[in-house]
């Protein structure tokens, strides 16, 4: 079974300063998937960002990036520029199959 | 719109009734999930239908039950069975379950026994 360690219960950040929530997991797989999901406070489930394990390089989607280490079982997300809009949990998943396997995640709260 | 409506978004079950959530949604994906979400705690699976008249269980399916007779709609009934139903649930669909394929979320279902 996969794991997927979110170790930072919450995170605070200044308006439009970076913030990097970590993520680590836990397989024996050599190809994956790994997603960041942001959940507001409207509880909706919006994905954020996409990486295949195969690939090496990074993902980018605007002001969301990930360093993704395969060796290291490490997938983080830096939040750039952060906006008042990004306050939400977020949620790292892993997905292998039709199975996604998500962390407990972390609270972000961006202060103006 | 494109999307996955759920209905309805907030409900009260009384202690020993069976109660229905309804997912729809409009898609065309083939791949339809439930996931359960407790406070400070990620999604756990439910059930998942990776295909019209096909579903199978997830990490936690006991006292729950799903059926899936159209390819837009995955309705997830909550029975008596269910020892602590009280919970935030999330339907989500996908083009299909080959690894991958990323999964969309409705907006939700709040359930709550009284």
């Known amino acids: 079974a996969q794991t997927v360690t979110q170790s930072q219960p919450e995170m605070s950040v200044q308006e439009a300063e970076t913030v990097t929530l970590s993520c680590t997991y836990d397989?024996?797989?050599?190809?994956?998937?790994l997603f960041w999901y942001k959940q507001p406070p409207s509880r909706q489930m919006i994905l954020v960002i996409r990486q295949e394990a195969y690939k090496q390089q990074n993902a980018t989607e605007n002001r969301f990036s990930v360093n993704f280490q395969k060796a290291a079982k490490s997938f983080s997300l830096k939040i750039s520029d952060s906006q008042l809009g990004d306050t939400a949990m977020y949620f790292c998943?892993?997905?292998?199959?039709?199975?996604?396997?998500f962390g407990a995640g972390t609270t972000v709260t961006v202060r103006a | 719109d494109g999307g996955i409506t759920q209905s309805p978004k907030y409900l009260f079950r009384k202690e020993g009734q069976n109660v229905t959530l309804s997912c729809e949604q409009n898609l065309n994906h083939d791949a339809m999930y439930w996931y359960r979400q407790d406070p400070g705690q990620g999604l756990r699976l439910i059930y998942y239908s990776q295909i019209v008249n096909d579903f199978q269980k997830g990490d936690i399916a006991e006292g729950y039950s799903v059926s899936r007779e159209k390819k837009e709609s995955f309705p997830l009934t909550v029975t008596s069975a269910q020892k602590n139903p009280t919970a935030f649930y999330l339907c989500?669909?996908?083009?299909?379950?080959?690894?991958?394929?990323?999964?969309?979320f409705g907006e939700g279902s709040w359930l709550t026994v009284v």
């Open positions: 998943a892993f997905m292998r199959g039709y199975k996604l396997s």
């Open positions: 397989t024996s797989e050599s190809n994956y998937y």
């Open positions: 989500a669909s996908s083009v299909g379950t080959a690894s991958g394929n990323t999964i969309y």
